[in-house]
């Protein structure tokens, strides 16, 4: 069939029809286990009904007004969201790329505050950051940069989870660090468990904002609701998107202190960020992972995941690592594999690779045991085949 889709997107040869769980079925009525979760969007899995339900009651009423006006359902999810961070306020949009966006804005104003016209930010190599000009800019992958040129300015590079870099930056310009908690498109890289402590340190020393992107590490999929929360420190910033929606479109730029005062009326905006419909999802989300304690459910699953993969996989000389922070899995193999992603398919199973020699598992954080137990098979026999 001829497509007119503009071909951004290397596709695999399905289409599904419908979900319900950690499971989907294509239009043949064929069901595939899904360890990438829409790559961390379903973290409640496909047509939750908790979900489906709220978008489903919100559409009957009101989906959509402007922020023109007051949209109460903002107002009672900013409350959610800043009282389970303890940040302060709430943007909404409508992807991570435009939240990371606004965390971009927002640092940028900082410096104009503090009398800094040309703004620096420190961000990560190997990060990733979305798919707009400023946050192509921002992240750390050469080649997805590559044709864009010339990059928006602004940002200096530094290497992941080397917070003696950072320290080593000495330039007046620098306002901000921006870093992802565990980077994902990056590979799955776990840093340090000091790490952000040590970066807290610096940004509070030198006057800069720490800036977390938990836009793919957030709502519970890293053990707790936000993966900041696990290291006992706070940022002044921190981006939300793909599991607050649980599939209906929403991201959110939160903020704390001086970085809650700076994007005023007219500075920022978005058309249809925090809409009814939006809200009335997240929250139904919010209310999900906190009733159901889904981040204790990521921890406890993620632990026995790759306790049962090293079981199955770790003796292979082939095998480089398996980490994991909660339900972001990583088995980094010692050669490309992204080949694997359509031989898991055939299989029924679907997988992800990332940095091209990278197994990348996002399951639903409501993946049952016999589930987890089937994708542990499952992938461990296509892994062995491929590297015998």
């Given at each position: 069939?001829?497509?007119?889709v503009?071909?951004?997107?290397?596709?695999?040869?399905?289409?599904?029809?419908?979900?319900?769980?950690?499971?989907?079925?294509?239009?043949e009525?064929?069901?595939?286990?899904?360890?990438?979760?829409?790559?961390a969007?379903?973290?409640?899995?496909?047509?939750?009904?908790?979900?489906?339900?709220?978008?489903?009651?919100?559409?009957?009423?009101?989906?959509?007004?402007?922020?023109?006006?007051?949209?109460?359902?903002?107002?009672?999810?900013?409350?959610?969201?800043?009282?389970?961070?303890?940040?302060?306020n709430?943007?909404?949009?409508?992807?991570?790329?435009?939240?990371?966006?606004?965390?971009?804005?927002?640092?940028?104003?900082?410096?104009?505050?503090?009398?800094?016209?040309?703004?620096?930010?420190?961000?990560m190599?190997?990060?990733?950051?979305?798919?707009?000009?400023?946050?192509?800019?921002?992240?750390?992958?050469?080649?997805?940069?590559?044709?864009?040129?010339?990059?928006?300015?602004?940002?200096?590079?530094?290497?992941?989870?080397?917070?003696?870099?950072?320290?080593?930056l000495?330039n007046?310009?620098?306002?901000?660090?921006?870093?992802?908690?565990v980077?994902?498109?990056?590979?799955?890289?776990?840093?340090?468990d000091d790490?952000?402590?040590?970066l807290?340190?610096l940004c509070?020393?030198?006057g800069?904002?720490?800036?977390?992107?938990?836009i793919?590490?957030?709502?519970g999929?890293t053990?707790?609701l936000?993966?900041?929360?696990?290291?006992?420190?706070?940022?002044?910033?921190?981006t939300?998107?793909?599991a607050?929606?649980?599939g209906?479109?929403?991201?959110?730029c939160?903020?704390?202190?001086a970085a809650?005062?700076?994007?005023?009326?007219?500075?920022?905006?978005?058309t249809?960020g925090?809409?009814?419909l939006?809200?009335?999802?997240?929250?139904?989300?919010?209310?999900?992972?906190r009733?159901?304690?889904?981040?204790?459910r990521?921890?406890?699953?993620?632990?026995?995941l790759?306790e049962?993969?090293r079981?199955s996989?770790?003796?292979?000389?082939?095998?480089?690592?398996?980490?994991?922070?909660?339900?972001?899995?990583?088995?980094e193999?010692?050669?490309?594999?992204?080949?694997?992603?359509?031989?898991?398919?055939?299989?029924?199973?679907?997988?992800?690779?990332?940095?091209?020699?990278?197994?990348?598992?996002l399951?639903?954080l409501?993946?049952?045991?016999?589930?987890?137990?089937?994708l542990?098979?499952?992938?461990?026999?296509?892994?062995?085949?491929?590297?015998?």
């Amino acid at each position: 069939m001829t497509s007119h889709v503009m071909p951004t997107y290397a596709r695999l040869p399905v289409s599904f029809a419908r979900g319900a769980g950690a499971w989907l079925w294509d239009e043949e009525g064929k069901a595939y286990l899904d360890a990438v979760a829409g790559v961390a969007v379903c973290g409640l899995g496909h047509a939750h009904p908790a979900v489906a339900a709220a978008v489903a009651d919100q559409a009957g009423k009101l989906m959509h007004t402007s922020n023109l006006y007051r949209v109460d359902l903002q107002e009672k999810l900013a409350d959610e969201l800043t009282s389970a961070s303890g940040l302060d306020n709430a943007f909404f949009c409508n992807s991570g790329a435009e939240a990371n966006e606004a965390a971009i804005k927002l640092a940028r104003r900082y410096g104009h505050s503090r009398g800094i016209s040309e703004a620096l930010i420190v961000v990560m190599q190997g990060s990733f950051h979305g798919r707009t000009l400023a946050t192509l800019s921002a992240t750390g992958n050469p080649k997805v940069q590559e044709g864009f040129e010339p990059l928006v300015s602004g940002f200096v590079r530094v290497p992941y989870d080397d917070a003696d870099a950072v320290a080593a930056l000495n330039n007046s310009n620098i306002v901000a660090v921006l870093v992802e908690p565990v980077q994902g498109e990056g590979g799955i890289r776990v840093p340090a468990d000091d790490y952000l402590a040590k970066l807290r340190t610096l940004c509070d020393q030198r006057g800069w904002l720490l800036m977390l992107d938990e836009i793919q590490t957030g709502i519970g999929r890293t053990g707790s609701l936000f993966a900041f929360q696990q290291s006992g420190i706070k940022p002044d910033v921190l981006t939300l998107a793909k599991a607050l929606g649980n599939g209906v479109p929403i991201g959110a730029c939160l903020a704390r202190g001086a970085a809650a005062e700076l994007l005023t009326a007219g500075r920022h905006g978005s058309t249809f960020g925090g809409n009814p419909l939006a809200c009335r999802a997240a929250l139904a989300v919010l209310q999900t992972v906190r009733e159901q304690n889904l981040a204790e459910r990521a921890a406890s699953l993620g632990a026995t995941l790759v306790e049962n993969f090293r079981a199955s996989l770790g003796n292979n000389p082939h095998l480089v690592a398996i980490r994991n922070k909660g339900l972001m899995i990583g088995i980094e193999l010692d050669r490309p594999c992204g080949e694997l992603v359509g031989l898991a398919l055939d299989q029924r199973l679907l997988i992800n690779v990332t940095a091209e020699r990278t197994i990348r598992l996002l399951p639903p954080l409501i993946l049952s045991d016999e589930d987890a137990d089937l994708l542990v098979r499952k992938l461990s026999e296509l892994v062995l085949a491929y590297l015998a």
